[in-house]
């Protein structure tokens, strides 16, 4: 069982929703990635999603778009990505980290060289946004076999047939894209969310992760009464971003930040083991 699975089958049993936050690898800076992890995992983080910085992030809106030129302009590269996961598990051999990005990067790098290396440096799944369930059997199947996850994402337009290929596909838990357009984009409606997540569950029974449009405790609590967990990622960034501009602790900023969406998830009234399941 992964590390991912042992994670939700915790919060599941702990009637606790999950909480997801997305980072770009060397924003604000190449030194403080570990610690930026570790933090978030202090603060409340169950699961961390450490984006691979790349040129034309087309799922990505302004926010996160800015974090990854940043990244870039450092000379971040999926090799650094790796290391720095291999640096953080060599101390926290518990929180599951899953490598975010676009195929541009694994493909250069080397589809089998990324596994065998993804697996040594201690990931734990993958998000590759421009890799569509049906072209990437191999990858799933090459990930699975050396025990990481593939994750995929289904949108508020994915077909019952996207959903049938993600549930017999994926592993470790499903992301669902709860807007239409690209991240940090507005208009959350948390109803629809429900809708639409109660339909996915007819074809799977990984955990849901609900991302794009969650902003503050508030929206993180809306979509939490439907999901397993929540994933932040632009306000996040958004946060740092302006801390780093004011030349305030950009660490610090993150803390405060996540530790307010843990407590206001860990204030919901707790869900029953057979619903979170």
């Known amino acids: 069982m992964s590390r991912i699975q042992q994670k939700f089958d915790w919060l599941a049993r702990e009637g606790r929703t999950g909480l997801i936050p997305y980072v770009t690898a060397g924003d604000p800076a190449r030194e403080s990635v570990v610690r930026l992890m570790h933090t978030l995992v202090k603060h409340g983080a169950d699961v961390i999603e450490l984006g691979v910085p790349f040129s034309d992030p087309m799922a990505d809106g302004p926010v996160i778009q800015r974090s990854s030129e940043r990244a870039l302009a450092r000379h971040v590269s999926l090799a650094d990505c790796l290391a720095w996961v291999r640096e953080f598990r060599s101390s926290d051999a518990a929180t599951p980290v899953v490598l975010m990005g676009y195929a541009n990067p694994v493909e250069r790098f080397g589809i089998d060289r990324f596994v065998a290396q993804a697996k040594e440096?201690?990931?734990?799944?993958?998000?590759?946004?421009?890799?569509?369930?049906?072209?990437?059997?191999?990858?799933?199947?090459?990930?699975?076999?050396?025990?990481?996850?593939?994750?995929?994402?289904?949108?508020?337009?994915?077909?019952?047939?996207?959903?049938?290929?993600?549930?017999?596909?994926?592993?470790?838990?499903?992301?669902?894209?709860?807007?239409?357009?690209?991240?940090?984009?507005?208009?959350?409606?948390?109803?629809?969310?429900?809708?639409?997540?109660?339909?996915?569950?007819?074809?799977?029974?990984?955990?849901?992760?609900?991302?794009?449009?969650?902003?503050?405790?508030?929206?993180?609590?809306?979509?939490?009464?439907?999901?397993?967990?929540?994933?932040?990622?632009?306000?996040?960034?958004?946060?740092?971003?302006?801390?780093?501009?004011?030349?305030?602790?950009?660490?610090l900023a993150a803390a405060g930040f996540i530790s307010g969406i843990r407590q206001a998830l860990d204030c919901m009234p707790k869900k029953l083991h057979s619903e979170a399941a």
Do not use: W
């Not at 290929?165 to 959350?188: E, I, M, N, P, Q």
């Not at 809708?195 to 503050?216: A, C, E, K, Y």
């Not at 405790?217 to 397993?228: F, K, L, N, T």
């Open 121 to 251: 440096s201690g990931v734990d799944g993958t998000i590759v946004v421009d890799y569509p369930p049906e072209e990437c059997e191999e990858f799933s199947n090459a990930l699975k076999s050396r025990g990481m996850d593939p994750i995929f994402l289904l949108a508020p337009t994915s077909t019952e047939s996207r959903m049938r290929d993600v549930a017999r596909l994926g592993a470790g838990y499903l992301y669902y894209v709860s807007l239409k357009g690209v991240t940090g984009a507005g208009h959350l409606d948390p109803a629809a969310v429900g809708d639409r997540v109660n339909q996915i569950r007819r074809f799977t029974s990984m955990p849901i992760g609900v991302g794009f449009g969650i902003s503050d405790a508030d929206s993180a609590v809306a979509v939490a009464q439907h999901a397993d967990a929540v994933v932040i990622g632009s306000a996040l960034i958004r946060i740092m971003e302006d801390a780093v501009k004011t030349g305030s602790d950009a660490l």
